[in-house]
């Protein structure tokens, strides 16, 4: 692959921009966050074009922005940012993806690392049989098809009824993990059979659970209302999304859209970034669709946080309220929304795409729950299992610069079958076992493929997002027991 | 038949190449592509068949809705497939016999989740003879 030839300018402390007349058609400037030496790995590939043709949206407004994580995705580059106009803009589910709410849950424990150190195989082991994982893996969980809608509807609601969770858990998700908008008429049968069996799945690929321990503390105040109090304090963080369900949605709407784009005359330069008017019945259908997965995928984690919950009970032999395993937060990083944002002075409405990237809203703003309207929204960013996760808060300053959003995680630099390679002949597992990681995982090939050379390393891109002031550090942790799906 | 696709690689995702003399070949031979990402495909036995009609507005379209008709029938039928006939007609119309088995975890290692085909820069090249196509997946 050919390095990125275009035209980009520095245009202050860990922004770049591409400006608008780099191609015809572009509606705004691109804005990427990176430094001087990250910009350079980025350049290698082609995440940048994509930054750029991101801006031909209509009604996009502001800029298109890409987050330091940015990597080469497919129409939308993973770790874009993009916010139009609900009254004359569009929305692309390439702009939040087939995994509609991927996310991350992480949850804080009163256990110290000397006390789950060494039973941290049995306990790995234990939540590897009860969480479902891996290649085909099917749930504990028996939903009707009618229940299936309720689900989609209710979302981590559902989850609460059913028993996997508890009005404290809904208080510090995102949205209370259910998006209002939900309609699941406007949810394919096709998607409700693909996702019926897998709720309460981990999937593969990227998704993981992770025992971390902390490690760092930046914000002590901030980190004391988390919960999160000392050094050696062990947390767990869960990453999955919306599974079978979430696909058949995207790929559904991607087909409806690709008629939209002819009905309503719209040119793009990428057939993944089909997308049609908000205010239009194809817009309002995939948002009411999106909506259905993104709910899936809230209860899909609180359900996988229940069965972590029994797995702690289980191998620790302590009561629950004596482990203490309590939800910090629960944060989607692939997603649209609707939300009120200052646009050249108006609060307007817009549509806000989030690919790879995550919501980093301030201290005050309403929609940060009550526990932490004085520090600002907590950000999960997990990194590879090899290095550690960071834990932010939303700022001022990516309200006003990036539509309040910040990164997601570390962010590809290296394709998959080039880790493989790079990885082959290596035991993956044993090299983290020697790094004091036990690593469960039900296929070779993924482990492989995650290993961390694949990754930049996730506090080089935490640093970026730090010094430009979209979200500031509170904590950072590492892994001591991973799954991979 | 030999082998006419080859894996690439992509950052995030992974790619096919899907080489064929017309479209039916070409089409055949990416639905091979794609469970080579799944599996072994010299592994799967044609046991079951399966008949798949689709139509779409041009030959990409198709392609796409192909590979995505196939991930949904093996997700929730839990179904392989490695030999195709397929014939697809001027008017953008796919009719395909799909043979193969169900996945039984003794003899089948499963590779990886693919979660769906793209269109991303979705591009069917050539004329009588040869045709390619590439294809980036969503893993």
């Not at chain 1, 050919?2 to 245009?11: A, E, P, R, T, V």
């Not at chain 1, 784009?261 to 194809?282: F, H, M, N, T, W």
């Not at chain 1, 962010?411 to 880790?419: I, K, L, P």
Request: glycine share 10%.
């Amino acid at each position: 692959m050919s390095q990125w030839q275009g035209k980009i300018n520095k245009i202050g402390e860990c922004r770049w921009e591409i400006p608008q007349d780099y191609k015809s058609g572009m509606k705004v400037p691109g804005l990427v966050y990176a430094d001087d030496k990250m910009l350079n790995v980025i350049r290698e590939e082609q995440s940048l074009e994509q930054v750029a043709n991101v801006a031909f949206l209509p009604g996009i407004v502001g800029c298109s922005m890409a987050m330091p994580d940015i990597h080469w995705g497919y129409g939308f580059p993973i770790g874009g940012v993009a916010a139009t106009k609900v009254r004359d803009g569009v929305v692309s589910p390439g702009g939040v993806g087939y995994d509609i709410n991927c996310g991350v849950r992480l949850l804080r424990t009163d256990l110290d690392e000397k006390e789950v150190k060494p039973k941290i195989e049995e306990l790995i082991n234990h939540l590897f049989r009860n969480v479902p994982s891996g290649l085909g893996s099917e749930g504990k969980i028996k939903v009707s098809e009618k229940e299936i809608d309720e689900v989609l509807r209710l979302g981590a609601e559902w989850a609460v009824k059913r028993g996997y969770g508890s009005e404290q858990d809904l208080e510090v998700t995102e949205e209370r993990g259910c998006m209002k908008m939900a309609n699941p008429d406007k949810v394919s049968a096709r998607a409700k059979k693909r996702g019926a069996p897998q709720l309460g799945t981990l999937g593969s690929g990227n998704h993981f659970l992770e025992v971390q321990v902390v490690r760092e503390i930046y914000d002590t105040g901030a980190a004391r209302l988390m919960g999160i109090t000392h050094m050696g304090q062990v947390l767990l963080l869960i990453h999955t999304g919306s599974r079978g369900l979430g696909h058949q949605v995207c790929d559904d709407y991607l087909r409806v859209m690709g008629e939209a784009v002819r009905k309503y005359g719209i040119a793009l330069p990428d057939r993944q970034l089909a997308c049609a008017p908000i205010e239009s019945d194809e817009g309002r259908d995939y948002l009411a669709a999106m909506a259905c997965a993104a709910n899936y995928a809230w209860a899909n984690r609180l359900c996988i946080a229940h069965w972590a919950r029994e797995s702690f009970v289980r191998v620790l032999g302590k009561k629950i309220e004596d482990i203490g395993l309590e939800q910090v937060y629960d944060v989607a990083h692939n997603i649209a929304k609707i939300e009120d944002h200052m646009v050249e002075g108006k609060r307007q409405k817009l549509c806000i795409h989030r690919k790879g990237a995550t919501r980093a809203f301030p201290a005050g703003q309403s929609d940060v729950p009550e526990k932490y309207k004085s520090i600002g929204q907590p950000v999960l960013i997990p990194g590879d299992m090899g290095r550690c996760s960071y834990i932010a808060l939303g700022t001022d300053r990516a309200m006003q610069e990036t539509f309040g959003s910040t990164c997601h995680g570390a962010g590809r630099v290296q394709s998959r079958g080039a880790a493989r390679r790079g990885s082959r002949g290596v035991d993956v597992a044993a090299e983290l076992a020697a790094k004091g990681i036990y690593v469960k995982a039900d296929s070779m090939e993924s482990l492989a493929e995650e290993a961390s050379c694949a990754y930049k390393d996730v506090t080089d891109v935490v640093e970026v997002t730090h010094k430009a002031g979209i979200s500031k550090k509170v904590a950072m942790a590492t892994p001591i027991g991973v799954i991979k799906g | 038949m030999e082998n006419k696709f080859e894996v690439i690689d992509h950052t995030a995702d992974i790619g096919i190449v899907a080489y064929g003399g017309n479209l039916n070949e070409l089409f055949a031979n990416a639905a091979r592509g794609l469970f080579s990402l799944i599996t072994d495909i010299d592994k799967i036995a044609s046991k079951v068949s399966k008949k798949i009609e689709l139509d779409d507005r041009d030959p990409e379209s198709l392609l796409v809705a192909w590979l995505n008709d196939l991930l949904y029938t093996y997700e929730v039928g839990s179904t392989i497939f490695g030999d195709f006939d397929v014939t697809v007609s001027e008017d953008n119309r796919l009719s395909a016999n799909c043979y193969g088995e169900k996945v039984d975890p003794q003899r089948h290692h499963l590779r990886r989740e693919i979660k769906a085909a793209t269109y991303h820069n979705i591009h069917i090249a050539g004329a009588s003879g040869l045709y390619s196509a590439r294809v980036i997946f969503d893993i």
